[in-house]
């Protein structure tokens, strides 16, 4: 299962939504240079990615949804043009290891994740993954190496249909002034802003 | 107010963490590659990150709090390493336009916020921040003029020490497979993941 040949036939490692198309070795520079160091989770949501744009129909504008905080937003961020900022992706706190693009008028799409039971026979990636040893005997160019033969192996596509409650525009609306910090904030959060209902990240400002 | 001596005096319009700097101009084509279009927002969030690396000592590895979802991640994660995938950015959902440097140690940093009380002498700014006309009444160019123009006096920066809550590393923990969906989620979640607990973004899957 671990020879030559499992690993993706030409050189190329993923795409991104404009079809440009990464080696596995300079998608690990671009990783590292936006997210900081060649996080191999990040290396998997780059692959989770590429399935799901190849699973999407041509000219859809699609948004994203990232059900982990942890590597997949950045997957997302790099390849496609839905960022944190601009509300094209939703980065949801449910700890599953999957992703979705889906076309955003219609709420139709796909759904790319870590089959558990397909990652049972990568003995790298199963003890990276599901923390069966200390990451300091962790042997992070083996795990590297094996996440490139594994590929496509150890992910799952599915067709699904997102929330219409989740196809809303999240707008600001009216905004107010504090009465307790004099700063803007949107009206419908209440009498004050968030922060001053107890809210703020801060102990002191 | 508005002459040329109150453009910023060099070209330089912001930079980023490295000491990389971009002009205006350069900086909205990098805000549109990123984005997917030149937001004023963003704009003035380049502005705000740039104060606040400014304001930070050097050499200090800081985490990042944008204040909104809107805009405000994506300056930082144009100009810092701070991601929302790598966890050094927390994006709350307080509707203030405001983020945050902060000693990812000890906590002690900056904020830079948009003061509305500064904002209120810049027309349209003013205009296009509180909504009071309609988007397509909006002069765009003029609006990105203004900003230029305004630069930092429309921004307040202060000291703030992070919550110590906030300074602890969101680890997944334990992984289990949840008996619904078979796949894996952080145990501390709960007997089955979250989005088997209700919070599932999808109607079908």
Redesign the interface.
């Known amino acids: 299962m671990r020879t030559a040949a499992n690993v993706h036939p030409s050189d190329d490692w993923i795409r991104d939504f404009k079809g440009t198309t990464y080696s596995f070795d300079a998608f690990l520079q671009r990783i590292t240079a936006?997210?900081?160091?060649p996080?191999p989770g990040?290396v998997i949501?780059g692959k989770m990615v590429d399935l799901a744009l190849n699973a999407m129909p041509p000219d859809c504008l699609f948004d994203a949804?990232?059900?982990s905080?942890?590597?997949?937003?950045?997957?997302i961020?790099i390849l496609t043009?839905c960022?944190?900022?601009?509300?094209?992706?939703?980065?949801?706190?449910?700890?599953?290891?999957?992703l979705?693009l889906y076309d955003k008028h219609r709420?139709n799409g796909v759904?790319v994740?870590?089959?558990?039971?397909k990652v049972a026979v990568w003995k790298e990636i199963d003890s990276w993954?599901?923390?069966r040893k200390p990451k300091a005997e962790q042997d992070n160019e083996a795990l590297l190496r094996e996440i490139r033969q594994a590929g496509e192996k150890i992910l799952q596509v599915?067709?699904?249909?997102?929330?219409?409650g989740?196809m809303v525009k999240?707008s600001?609306g009216?905004?107010a002034?504090?009465p307790r910090?004099?700063?803007?904030?949107?009206l419908k959060?209440g009498a004050s802003?968030?922060?001053c209902q107890g809210?703020?990240?801060?102990?002191?400002?």
């Open positions: 936006f997210h900081g160091y996080a990040l949501g949804i990232a059900e905080g942890h590597c997949l937003p950045d997957a961020q043009p960022t944190a900022g601009n509300a094209w992706l939703k980065v949801l706190d449910l700890g599953r290891f999957a979705a709420g759904r994740f870590l089959d558990p039971g993954f599901f923390k599915c067709t699904i249909r997102v929330h219409p989740l999240d600001v009216t905004r002034l504090c910090c004099g700063e803007s904030y949107p959060h802003c968030r922060a809210e703020s990240p801060y102990t002191t400002v």
